[in-house]
């Protein structure tokens, strides 16, 4: 698989798991699950599959430093840094047209560096698969299996069976729907014929970018500008005097949507997005009594306390508490029922109104 290659996606916020994730430390590059950075994980589970020169980064400048430093072993130059975020579909195409650049016969695996994965040698093998049937010009993507009827994540429909390939089913994909009801997201799950959408596509550079092409012909063009001077000295500043003009749009609305040959795989490899505190909770090592303290302080004392979740580098005491988020920093503190963590990204919309900016 010598033209196989992963492109990490690791330039996102996080604002829903504030106060730990900031603008200068986003939850990529926090050790929330495992004892390394999210990013660091994301990148070890690729191996043995892909080697260090195989894996691409697309991040911001502000975040270059730092991933770099939790994984040296990756060339400098498969790191492509974006300007500043312009959302998903600019991101995976400055990824693709530089790869493609240099290696015309590239299928890529585009990826998140904040999912957190259980099952990596399944996700590996399922990779490996979806790199079989993206090589007969077929978009791959990755149908999660649902365990609940979430309103937060995309689905796919799947129609009829396709192929098999090294024990994965492949199905032609009926198309995505966005964020639905509980009521609909439910009949989904009930019907057996839908999968939540992992964001995670495998496909030929040529494809992706013909799909680009066919769809957003004036962001193709001004990629294609940007393709001319790969590798030299104007790359940089090329990119700069585009990136502005470039549309702002998510790679799902302005690609997948509307795809043509799109091929789904349904799978469970242990997946969480891990994009709030209470997804979190559901990943984390509970006690008997559904509680996780994590911090520095040897003790904690906890008294009566349930479903709770503690983040502090101080000595906590709980006493008669449930369903009960909280998280200290060195200038925050967020205290949070666990029903209502998807509404941490509010906090961060006010700070931003109010110009709040150092709490950012």
């Given at each position: 698989?010598?033209?196989?290659?992963?492109?990490?996606?690791?330039?996102?916020?996080?604002?829903?798991?504030?106060?730990?994730?900031?603008?200068?430390?986003?939850?990529?590059?926090l050790p929330l699950v495992e004892d390394d950075s999210m990013f660091k994980v994301s990148v070890s589970r690729l191996a043995p599959l892909f080697k260090p020169e195989q894996i691409y980064v697309v991040t911001g400048r502000m975040y270059f430093d730092k991933m770099h430093?939790?994984?040296p072993e990756i060339p400098l130059e498969n790191f492509i840094i974006e300007p500043y975020g312009r959302d998903t579909a600019p991101a995976a195409a400055l990824g693709?047209?530089?790869?493609?650049?240099?290696?015309?016969?590239?299928?890529?695996?585009?990826?998140?560096?904040?999912?957190?994965?259980?099952?990596?040698?399944?996700?590996?093998d399922v990779l490996a698969a979806s790199y079989e049937l993206a090589n007969s010009d077929c978009i791959v993507t990755l149908g999660l299996?649902?365990?609940?009827?979430?309103?937060?994540?995309?689905?796919?429909?799947?129609?009829?069976?396709?192929?098999?390939?090294?024990?994965?089913?492949?199905?032609?994909?009926?198309?995505?729907?966005?964020?639905?009801?509980?009521?609909?997201?439910?009949?989904f799950i009930e019907s057996g014929q839908y999968s939540w959408n992992s964001g995670?596509?495998?496909?030929?550079?040529s494809t992706a970018l013909n799909e680009f092409q066919r769809q957003q012909p004036e962001m193709y063009d001004q990629f294609q500008e940007i393709a001319k001077v790969v590798d030299t000295a104007h790359f940089e500043d090329t990119l700069e005097s585009i990136w502005d003009n470039i549309r702002k749009i998510s790679l799902d609305?302005?690609?997948?949507?509307?795809?043509?040959?799109?091929?789904?795989?349904?799978?469970?490899?242990?997946?969480?997005?891990?994009?709030?505190?209470?997804?979190?909770?559901?990943?984390?090592?509970?006690?008997?009594?559904?509680?996780?303290?994590?911090?520095?302080?040897?003790?904690n004392v906890i008294i009566d306390t349930q479903n709770t979740l503690v983040y502090?580098?101080?000595?906590?005491?709980?006493?008669?508490?449930?369903?009960?988020?909280?998280?200290?920093?060195?200038?925050?503190?967020?205290?949070?029922?666990?029903?209502?963590?998807?509404?941490?990204?509010?906090?961060?919309?006010?700070?931003?109104?109010?110009?709040?900016?150092?709490?950012?």
């Open positions: 698989m010598e033209h196989f290659y992963a492109m990490i996606m690791a330039g996102g916020g996080g604002t829903r798991l504030w106060p730990m994730s900031r603008q200068d430390t986003p939850k990529q590059l430093n939790d994984v693709l047209t530089v790869i493609h650049e240099r290696d015309p016969q590239a299928v890529v695996a585009i990826l998140t560096a904040d999912h957190h994965i259980t099952k990596k040698e399944k996700f590996r299996a649902p365990t609940y009827p979430a309103t937060g994540f995309g689905y796919i429909r799947q129609g009829e069976s396709l192929t098999e390939v090294n024990g994965f089913s492949a199905y032609h994909s009926l198309g995505f729907t966005e964020k639905p009801d509980e009521a609909t997201a439910t009949s995670m596509f495998i496909w030929k550079t609305f302005a690609v997948m949507e509307h795809a043509q040959n799109i091929v789904v795989i349904p799978t469970d490899i242990g997946w969480n997005d891990v994009g709030s505190w209470g997804a979190l909770f559901e990943v984390l090592k509970l006690d008997k009594h559904g509680n996780h303290y994590k911090g520095k302080s040897p003790v502090s580098d101080k000595l906590t005491v709980t006493i008669g508490i449930e369903n009960l988020i909280i998280v200290e920093t060195q200038d925050a503190l967020l205290l949070c029922h666990k029903d209502r963590t998807q509404d941490v990204k509010e906090v961060v919309n006010k700070l931003l109104t109010n110009k709040n900016y150092k709490y950012l």
